[in-house]
Nanobody, 110 residues
Framework: QVQLVESGGGLVQPGGSLKLSCAAS????????MGWYRRAPGKEREPVATIFSYGKIYADSVKGRFTASKDSSKNTMFLQMNSLKPDDTAVYYC?????WGKGTPVTVSS
């Protein structure tokens, strides 16, 4: 059974950084298409970054600031978030096909 567990969220000031982790079990992530999504308060869930075998796709709102990566030795996916803005405040979710983690909250506020 596939399980995805996010961690690393928290409160950070504007301009700060956070690194989210998604620990996977029940699948081998190395070649699996996986993504990060987020749901801001009062908004629909939206894609943030997706890692495919041939490359990565980022939402326009995070390009140049966020970097998604995988560590196959740890079977873990990461999301490095820099230059954070208040608009990045959301619950961040890890996704593989129909499987979702429970999310980790990120709050960007002074």
């Amino acid at each position: 059974q596939v399980q995805l567990v996010e961690s690393g969220g928290g409160l950070v000031q504007p301009g700060g950084s956070l690194k989210l982790s998604c620990a996977a079990s029940g699948l081998i992530i190395s070649n699996a298409p996986m993504g990060w999504y987020r749901r801001a308060p009062g908004k629909e869930r939206e894609p943030v970054a997706t890692i495919f075998s041939y490359g990565k796709i980022y939402a326009d709102s995070v390009k140049g600031r966020f970097t998604a990566s995988k560590d196959s030795s740890k079977n873990t996916m990461f999301l490095q978030m820099n230059s954070l803005k208040p608009d990045d405040t959301a619950v961040y979710y890890c996704n593989f096909r129909d499987f979702w983690g429970k999310g980790t909250p990120v709050t960007v506020s002074s």
